[in-house]
């Protein structure tokens, strides 16, 4: 399945150069973040599922980085029913949404909030380390964090992680239905073939037991 966000192994033009010192290199992206921050703190979605608004985008490929964060985020608000396409347009005046507001005194709190995906209730680990697994032959719909180019792809188990979140479920409001997480390491040539510069060269990616079948 071709996703647009899903660009691992595919041309996707030069990467612009830019100073990576530069926090923001416009003023409105540093109110884009802040926005970001705000509203998340309502509590009215999970980070999975502010990913997948943005990868939903239907001009995912024309916006910039900050410009997806905007989109997505003025969709989830509306679908969670916090504000109206109107009151976000400006034709109608807004709702207070003051009972869970992030006061400014709040922020640094905010953004250095440790919240653990991990979980003790979920299925038993099918895999152990040195275990050779396959992935699915193509990327479930919806939000899913296996790649494109790792699709149908043999690799060895090499870390087990336990129990975590799995985001195909959470991204969709469908529970946080835990499931084992393991980091699943395959080699150049099996992802890349014939292209790959170094065969030997090793990619390791976290990978949830759903997307994985032994051999």
């Not at 992030?102 to 995906?117: E, I, N, T």
């Not at 479920?169 to 992802?191: D, I, K, S």
Request: hydrophobic share 40%; with cysteine.
């Amino acid at each position: 399945m071709t996703r647009a966000h899903d660009l691992g192994g595919r041309p996707a033009g030069p990467v612009p150069d830019k100073d990576d010192t530069v926090v923001f290199h416009d003023s409105w992206h540093a109110k884009a973040l802040a926005l970001n921050l705000a509203s998340g703190a309502l509590g009215a979605w999970n980070i999975d599922a502010s990913r997948f608004a943005r990868e939903q985008l239907k001009d995912y490929a024309t916006l910039s980085y900050y410009e997806k964060w905007m989109a997505g985020l003025a969709n989830l608000l509306v679908e969670r029913g916090l504000v109206t396409e109107a009151e976000l347009s400006g034709d109608v005046p807004q709702s207070q949404l003051t009972p869970k507001a992030l006061r400014a005194a709040d922020v640094s709190a905010a953004m250095h909030k440790f919240m653990p995906y991990t979980r003790k209730n979920g299925p038993t680990a099918q895999f152990q380390m040195g275990d050779k697994v396959r992935t699915l032959s193509a990327p479930q719909a919806g939000h899913c964090r296996l790649p494109a180019y790792a699709a149908g792809r043999v690799g060895t188990v090499i870390l087990s992680h336990g129990n975590h979140v799995f985001p195909d479920t959470n991204a969709r409001f469908q529970g946080e239905n835990p499931q084992p997480l393991y980091t699943v390491e395959f080699t150049a040539a099996t992802l890349w073939g014939a292209a790959a510069e170094n065969p030997d060269d090793a990619i390791s990616l976290d990978l949830w037991q759903p997307y994985l079948e032994p051999l």
